[in-house]
Every structure is written in C-alpha cells, then in structure tokens.
C-alpha cells in the first residue's frame, strides 16, 4: 500500500507516542527526522508547515483535501478513527468510554504534570520540579489498579492509553519503585516487547535509518509533496 502520510518528529515523547500509534494503525508513512539541536524546527521551510515550530507533525496527502495536524494528541485520535478498532474500542460502547478516561487521565495527570516538571528543572526551580515529578508518578501508580487481571490498561485490548504510559514508564524506568507496581511491571516488560512499541520509540533516532513502513524522508520532500496553506 502506497503511503498516504508523511510523520515528521524528533526523538521526544510526544514524537514516540504518535510513532507507537501509526505503527499500531497501520497507516503507511514515511518519518521525516527533524533536527531539534540544529534548528531545523524554526527554518522558513519547517515553519511554512508548522508555524508554532514544535513537532510532531503528520501530513496527510490523501483524498481531494490532504491536511496538516500539528498537535500530538489530535493526531493519535485522528489515527483511531482512520483505522477503526485499531488504537480504541468500538464508539458508543462503555468500553471506549473508559478508554478515553484513562488515556485522558494519562495526557492530564500524568503526562502534563510530569512536562511541568521538566520545565521547573530546566528553568532552575528544583523543589518545584521534584514536587511535580512526584505527583505525576503517584498518578501514573494508578496504573497498578487498572492493570489487576487486565491484559492492558483498558482491558485486552492495546489502545491509546498504553500508548501514553509506555513512553512515560520507559523514560522513568529506572526511577519508578516497580516492587509496588508489579501488574505494571508485567504490562510494562510485555508492552516494551510489541513490535509497533518497538519501532514507534526508534522512529526519529538518528541511529536508525530503517525504521518507518516507507523510506525516511526529507523536509525538502515533504514541502515540495504538498501545497502548503497558512495555517
């Protein structure tokens, strides 16, 4: 299957979370590495994509009115409903309600809190920052209750929300108290395993030139792919 969509990031969560989804979709994409240390994020070309300058990105060119989102999450749910039943449970049913609780849940008490954290550390305010970093792991230690006799955190099924906790389990792997957590400790070392995980969190590594179901891309490709619009 041609690819429809080019995903542009950098090796960051928000990046990794959206690689994870599209290679659990499915969708054919090629990754488009964007170098964060070198500035590439605020040339003209990037900019005439994305102008807030923040990745990741996803270009759609498919159908009659191909599209440009810019913010993760939209993404992630913009990938769910393109591939039905692939990232959330069938819509209307309880159980995508609890899906969208708990990955909601993961995107604002633990993943917002923990960004928070990483701002306060870097801007030098260390107290504040350990004070966040805490509140966002004792949200994430909800983690254990979802996952008692459940395959995944909404159930059997893998859905957005072991996409938001893997990659905040895996950056604070070394960190988190896993003999408390031990149904979290099983989802993890299972989760860490699984193949799109595998390849989402390796997508916009410098090191690997492979990953991708299409060859990786260039910036310049991706401008000269698409007409873009103002946004």
Not at 59 to 83: C, E, K, R
Not at 100 to 124: C, G, K, P, Q, S
Not at 182 to 189: C, E, G, H, K, S
Request: charged residues 20%; hydrophobic residues 40%; glycine residues 6%.
């Amino acid at each position: 299957m041609e690819a429809r969509c080019y995903l542009m990031g950098a090796p960051t969560g928000n990046c990794q979370r959206v690689a994870i989804a599209i290679e659990e979709a499915g969708v054919p994409y090629h990754p488009v590495r964007i170098g964060l240390r070198t500035g590439e994020h605020h040339s003209d070309a990037f900019r005439r994509i994305n102008p807030r300058a923040q990745v990741p990105v996803l270009v759609d060119l498919h159908g009659t009115h191909p599209f440009v989102l810019t913010q993760s999450n939209a993404i992630m749910l913009y990938l769910a409903d393109m591939t039905p039943g692939s990232l959330l449970p069938p819509i209307g049913t309880p159980e995508r309600a609890v899906a969208y609780e708990r990955f909601m849940f993961m995107l604002t008490d633990v993943i917002a809190v923990y960004h928070a954290a990483n701002f306060m550390a870097a801007v030098e305010h260390g107290a504040s920052a350990d004070a966040h970093r805490l509140k966002s792991m004792a949200a994430f230690a909800h983690t254990e209750k979802f996952l008692a006799g459940s395959t995944n955190i909404c159930g059997n099924q893998f859905t957005l929300a072991d996409v938001c906790a893997v990659t905040i389990a895996a950056r604070e792997e070394r960190n988190l108290d896993w003999s408390k957590l031990p149904n979290t400790r099983r989802w993890f070392d299972e989760t860490m395993r699984r193949p799109s995980v595998i390849r989402g969190m390796a997508t916009f590594n410098e090191s690997d030139k492979s990953i991708g179901s299409e060859p990786q891309a260039s910036l310049a490709e991706v401008s000269s792919a698409f007409r873009f619009k103002p946004q």
